[in-house]
């Protein structure tokens, strides 16, 4: 292994040095400790600090970085404590988690690491969206993500490289290719010979390093990070190393060769370095030792102080509370005689987010053909000569690699609203919604501010995969809030507090409903909350809860039906849901429809009717009924797609509730 020192001095060798070695001991004592039984786990990056110490000391301490699950040396070069890497490892109240998250899954703004979730490749769009934001602000700034060659397989990969490209965002892609995906050589995962060779399909620079070499690394990435601050534009690294234990330590390393095992042994980073600094007389045996003592001395105490840290105490509502970024409401009331004009519920939604891009200057839209085209609906018409396009943006068609971005964008200062070209789309950003966006509070403290605007519903004859309800997704998933307005003026009052809420939200609009249906709308800046509901009518003999188009068919039907005395609750929220107002319309009448264009099986209005059924049941003279769309696949033909929504089934049910 071939050394360059370049104009670096003894100092700053000394320093790579000592950088390089305080990793390797730390995981030489967790080996020790997992063989006591004294910790359960641990995924080691033995044979692979070079890579984490060399970028890390490369980049500047306020730029953010996103390793992955093995690279301990960006912690520690970040001067992250041990006994706060140990305390979050071992699930301590002061871990950066509070127990809630093991390993490195967890980032934390003082230091500027972004940790991974278990799926590998969603990290890297979050880069994205730290560097876009850095772009946007004019910040001179590069960010460093990490993957493995396994997660070069995901079409996270792919949808993140593609977007940088594209945008020319000034982010470092490493790949650490460590010859296997746990046992899966990489004979079995790629096809092309190099995995740097896949940056000239992107447009971009690829660049290869030996990843055990320190001063390579770090020569490397200094370079590319401080080109990257002034021309912005992504590179591909792939650095070349080998994982000498286990993909975690229970696995083992029984499917390696021997012989390969043997090669790389010789490559160690750490010894190797060590014998170039003796030869350069920059070490000696005698300073090695004492380096190595002060070190075990340090480790053995911060890691038994670790141990005596405070346990989590279990605290149900402080979990619960904890799934949010708080937020306070502020109605934002306009005054009584304050304007309102006639519009569509189309327009109202154009109107709260030029709203929203006035107030909040580091709003920005991104959507597939949002920008001078105006999007699939013509919602954003117009928009990018009043924002420009580095605020209204054209993705490519990557809903994963989005999501992810705004959850960056997010993480570095900025809000978001992403608009999928139609909900159904939305299953191509399922993990980066459920898994990123709905756990980051609650996992290390840091809010998702994102909005996604779903364009949802059937009733256009557009069949199976641009009509779905696909709201009961997400509204089991904690974290998430869920809003579904009916009517123009709550359209634009939800959505301009989506947009000041820090925390994710998913923003049905019924297509639908775009273009037929107007209403006054108030002009200028109103909230209103998410998780009230509205009470449109008051009856005795029935109670409807509904919310979408649901809401339409129960007032054609109350219109049509003079006769009969019916409450009708228009939950315009579902996650929260107003669980107060559900519970008066139960005890006015006694009588409850749970209406919704969802299929019937699981749908949102199975839980409102578990709810119902055990916490008021005293108040039911009826068991509580759904009205739901059939459990199939919506169908195309304008006959077959009637007969398959609730409304068909509305006035029979009715019937039978008012029956029994």
Known sequence: ??????????????????????????????????????????????????????????????????????????????????????????????????????????????????GMISHLGPQMAVADGIALADLISGQEKATLVFTGDGATSEGDFHEAINVAAVWNLPVIFLIENNGYGLSTPTSEQYKCKDLVDRAIGYGIEGIQID???????????????????????????????????GHEEASGTKYVPQVLMDAWAEKDPVANFERYLLAENVLTTELIAEIKADFKAGIEHEIEAAFQEEEPVANALAELEDMYAPFNFEPALLPKDAPAIEIRYLDAITDALKTGMYKHNNLVLMGQDIAEYGGAFKITEGFTSLFGKARVRNTPICESAIVGAALGLSINGYKSVVEMQFADFVTCGFNQIVNNLAKTHYRWGEKADVVIRMPTGAGTGAGPFHSQSNEAWFTKTPGLKIVYPAFPEDAKGLLLSAIDDPNPVLFFEHKYLYRSLTGLVP??????????????????????????????????????????????????????????????????????????????????????????GEHCFSDLDAPVMRCASADTAIPMSKILEEDFLAKSRLAATIDKLLAY
């Not at 699930?91 to 899954?105: I, Q």
């Not at 390579?216 to 021309?231: F, H, M, N, P, S």
């Not at 006015?588 to 209005?605: A, K, M, P, W, Y």
């Open 211 to 245: 990843g055990n070499n320190v001063l390579e690394v770090y020569d490397t990435l200094a370079g590319i990070a401080a080109q990257i601050r002034k021309d912005p534009k992504p590179v591909l690294v792939e650095c070349l190393t080998f994982r000498m234990r």
């Open 523 to 612: 002009q200028g800046e109103y909230h209103l909350e998410i998780g009230k509901a509205n009470v449109l009518k008051e009856g005795s003999q029935l109670s409807i809860i509904t919310y979408g188009l649901g809401v339409h068919w129960a007032l054609a039907y109350i219109g049509e039906h003079p006769e009969l005395s019916i409450t009708l609750v228009d939950l315009r929220s579902l996650q929260p849901w107003d669980k107060t107002a559900v519970s008066a319309a139960v005890k006015q009448t006694g009588r409850v429809l749970i209406l919704h264009e969802d299929t019937l099986s699981n749908g949102f209005g199975a839980e409102l009717a578990a709810w119902i």
């Open 1 to 114: 292994m071939q050394f360059d020192r370049k104009d670096k001095n003894d100092a700053v060798l000394l320093n790579l040095y000592t950088q390089l070695l305080y990793p390797r001991m730390v995981e030489e004592k967790m080996l020790i400790l997992l063989r006591q039984g004294r910790i359960g786990k641990w995924f080691s990056g033995i044979g692979q600090e070079a890579i984490a110490i060399g970028s890390t000391l490369a980049m500047e301490e306020s730029e953010y970085i996103l390793p992955m699950h093995r690279n301990l040396g960006v912690f520690t070069a970040r001067n992250i404590p041990l006994k706060r890497l140990m305390a979050q490892w071992q699930g301590k109240l002061n871990g950066f988690t509070k127990g809630r998250d093991r390993s490195f899954h967890f980032g934390t703004q003082d230091y500027k690491i972004i």
